[in-house]
T-cell receptor, first 112, second 114 residues
Framework: DTEVTQTPKHLVMGMTNKKSLKCEQH?????MYWYKQKAKKPPELMFV???????INESVPSRFSPECPNSSLLNLHLHALQPEDSALYLC???????????FGDGTRLSIL | GESVGLHLPTLSVQEGDNSIINCAYS??????FIWYKQESGKGPQFIID?????DKRQGQRVTVLLNKTVKHLSLQIAATQPGDSAVYFC?????????????FGPGTRLSVLP
């Protein structure tokens, strides 16, 4: 079982919907990450939070909005997504930035 | 054998044989490297790491070799088992430079034949 929990496991949404992806860890890690992974491709970094502050935004479109309510939780708010945003969204955490990351099993997102 | 092309590179090995998965990196400033294993339907899982002040590190059935001269990293798996079937990613970072995080390689699919 993974120590990083992501919900939901699957999500299907229309282009006008608003939804949120959730991620939780209780390992005391202070860095948390969102990645996007397309089929047969490596994970691509989207956002990094360090000590609950946004540290890195890899030029992600504003239709993706991250939020870190506390040191254990990370959300990704979705609005007006496009079909090409369909992918596996992975959350990860590490003790600090640039240390080995623990990944969740992802949310598989499909945009209709 | 190993194939590279439009599809994810694939390495097929017989059960019990040793596997060698290769990774080339381009950033000469990278000084910390990790190998991850990703099974179908799961997130990447940490296997082993190595810092640039080492050229070899061993774990349980796995060995990572680092050649900084040619910017090459390899993962050796001894006595490959069916449970080793997965996609393997190398990841690199200039560890001392916050603001840059891990960059993942393209990945290699390992298929273990019975």
């Amino acid at each position: 079982d993974t120590e990083v929990t992501q919900t939901p496991k699957h999500l299907v949404m229309g282009m006008t919907n608003k939804k949120s992806l959730k991620c939780e860890q209780h390992m005391g890690h202070r860095a948390m990450y969102w990645y996007k992974q397309k089929a047969k491709k490596p994970p691509e970094l989207m956002f990094v939070y360090s000590y609950e502050k946004l540290s890195i935004n890899e030029s992600v479109p504003s239709r993706f909005s991250p939020e870190c309510p506390n040191s254990s939780l990370l959300n990704l708010h979705l609005h007006a997504l496009q079909p090409e945003d369909s992918a596996l969204y992975l959350c990860a955490s590490s003790q600090r930035e640039n240390q080995p990351q623990h990944f969740g099993d992802g949310t598989r997102l499909s945009i209709l | 054998g190993e194939s590279v092309g439009l599809h994810l590179p694939t390495l097929s090995v017989q059960e019990g044989d040793n596997s060698i998965i290769n990774c080339a990196y381009s950033n000469s400033a990278s000084d910390y490297f990790i190998w991850y294993k990703q099974e179908s339907g799961k997130g990447p899982q940490f296997i082993i790491d190595i810092r640039s002040n080492m050229d070899k590190r061993q774990g349980q059935r796995v060995t990572v070799l680092l050649n900084k001269t040619v910017k090459h990293l390899s993962l050796q798996i001894a006595a490959t088992q069916p449970g080793d079937s997965a996609v393997y990613f190398c990841a690199e970072t200039p560890a001392g430079n916050y603001g840059q995080n891990f960059v993942f390689g393209p990945g290699t699919r390992l298929s273990v034949l019975p």
